[in-house]
């Protein structure tokens, strides 16, 4: 049974359990293609610490990204990634992946409430052919629509409705409350950039399993040029990613957070700064967020890997 529906800070989603009480230590856990990464941070007044940072490689074909094959042989691994006594008392978050989502951007009467804007979301997806009996429906305000003061921007998302119920019976298998489920790219694209008071900094996840760029407040944009191609070297495989973003580009992005655990994430800033007028560099951890000496390399380049992680089990203490 789905959790209910609530609105917080403009962004409808899975609300906690009635009666739990917001999270003071939340694990955020990152299901790859073929690697599973762990993040555990605590609340600290209005700092959040991370505790641990861990990973754990998957067999092949491994879980799967939108649907587990197996969740019991998920779950033991995630357990051994959970062992730790500091998660014993932790809530749990887990993401639905940007490749499993689809978006609308519609516009919507600016006075409707929280409800009527659901109900008008499920009908609009609807006529697209997302129907409610195979989807969870989400949406994120915008802000005003330019020109029309009465209505407001929302970029609608539909989650397929087995997505969702493989990560609630995994929260299930581990026996952990589940917290949120948000959507993978917004999440990592709001906590990357809360330090950042433009919107001219573009998210580039570059990682094994999930490869997108998300610009603005729009939804994120799939790439498909792999990490690096058959018989190809690495420069040659930066420069066919730099092809592939340029026509996807807006005018207004003047900075890209890179993000993800691609080799080489290192060379592309040199290769941006050569080839295009944007700035490029491995995403900086938000200021309220303080590392345990214990998390190891604290550098940006070594830690971009755990960055949707941290940002899953952020958004648990939020």
């Given at each position: 049974?789905?959790?209910?529906?609530?609105?917080?800070?403009?962004?409808?989603?899975?609300?906690?359990?009635?009666?739990?009480?917001?999270?003071?230590?939340?694990?955020?856990?990152?299901?790859?293609?073929?690697?599973?990464?762990?993040?555990?941070?605590?609340?600290?007044?209005?700092?959040?610490?991370?505790?641990?940072?861990?990973?754990?490689?998957?067999?092949?074909?491994?879980?799967?990204?939108?649907?587990?094959?197996?969740?019991?042989?998920?779950?033991?691994?995630?357990?051994?990634?959970?062992?730790?006594?500091?998660?014993?008392?932790?809530?749990?978050?887990?993401?639905?992946?940007?490749?499993?989502?689809?978006?609308?951007?519609?516009?919507?009467?600016?006075?409707?409430?929280?409800?009527?804007?659901?109900?008008?979301?499920?009908?609009?997806?609807?006529?697209?052919?997302?129907?409610?009996?195979?989807?969870?429906?989400?949406?994120?305000?915008?802000?005003?629509?330019?020109?029309?003061?009465?209505?407001?921007?929302?970029?609608?998302?539909?989650?397929?409705?087995?997505?969702?119920?493989?990560?609630?019976?995994?929260?299930?298998?581990?026996?952990?409350?589940?917290?949120?489920?948000?959507?993978?790219?917004?999440?990592?694209?709001?906590?990357?950039?809360?330090?950042?008071?433009?919107?001219?900094?573009?998210?580039?996840?570059?990682?094994?399993?999930?490869?997108?760029?998300?610009?603005?407040?729009?939804?994120?944009?799939?790439?498909?040029?792999?990490?690096?191609?058959?018989?190809?070297?690495?420069?040659?495989?930066?420069?066919?990613?730099?092809?592939?973003?340029?026509?996807?580009?807006?005018?207004?992005?003047?900075?890209?957070?890179?993000?993800?655990?691609?080799?080489?994430?290192?060379?592309?800033?040199?290769?941006?700064?050569?080839?295009?007028?944007?700035?490029?560099?491995?995403?900086?951890?938000?200021a309220s967020l303080v590392l345990a000496t214990a998390s190891g390399d604290t550098t940006p380049s070594a830690l971009?890997?755990?960055?949707?992680?941290?940002?899953?089990?952020?958004?648990?203490?939020?």
């Amino acid at each position: 049974m789905l959790l209910p529906w609530h609105e917080v800070s403009g962004m409808v989603r899975l609300s906690l359990p009635l009666g739990l009480r917001p999270a003071s230590l939340c694990a955020g856990l990152d299901i790859g293609r073929d690697s599973l990464r762990l993040a555990l941070l605590r609340r600290r007044g209005g700092r959040r610490q991370v505790l641990q940072l861990a990973t754990r490689r998957l067999p092949s074909p491994g879980a799967g990204r939108d649907h587990f094959s197996d969740i019991d042989a998920l779950a033991s691994h995630c357990r051994a990634l959970l062992a730790a006594p500091a998660c014993r008392d932790a809530t749990l978050v887990l993401a639905i992946p940007a490749a499993s989502l689809t978006h609308r951007q519609l516009v919507l009467p600016a006075g409707s409430n929280a409800v009527q804007r659901l109900s008008q979301v499920r009908a609009e997806m609807a006529a697209h052919g997302l129907a409610a009996e195979e989807y969870e429906l989400d949406y994120q305000l915008q802000g005003p629509q330019p020109g029309s003061p009465g209505d407001v921007q929302v970029l609608a998302l539909a989650a397929p409705t087995l997505a969702i119920e493989d990560r609630l019976a995994l929260a299930e298998a581990l026996q952990m409350p589940l917290a949120a489920l948000p959507p993978e790219d917004l999440c990592l694209r709001d906590f990357l950039r809360q330090d950042r008071p433009t919107r001219a900094a573009a998210v580039l996840r570059l990682d094994s399993g999930s490869r997108w760029l998300i610009q603005g407040t729009g939804a994120s944009q799939p790439l498909h040029c792999p990490a690096a191609a058959v018989g190809k070297s690495r420069a040659d495989a930066a420069l066919a990613l730099l092809a592939e973003l340029a026509p996807l580009l807006h005018q207004r992005t003047h900075q890209l957070l890179l993000t993800g655990d691609q080799p080489g994430l290192d060379d592309l800033p040199r290769l941006f700064h050569r080839y295009t007028s944007l700035t490029a560099a491995p995403a900086r951890l938000p200021a309220s967020l303080v590392l345990a000496t214990a998390s190891g390399d604290t550098t940006p380049s070594a830690l971009s890997g755990f960055h949707l992680a941290l940002a899953l089990a952020a958004r648990g203490l939020a």
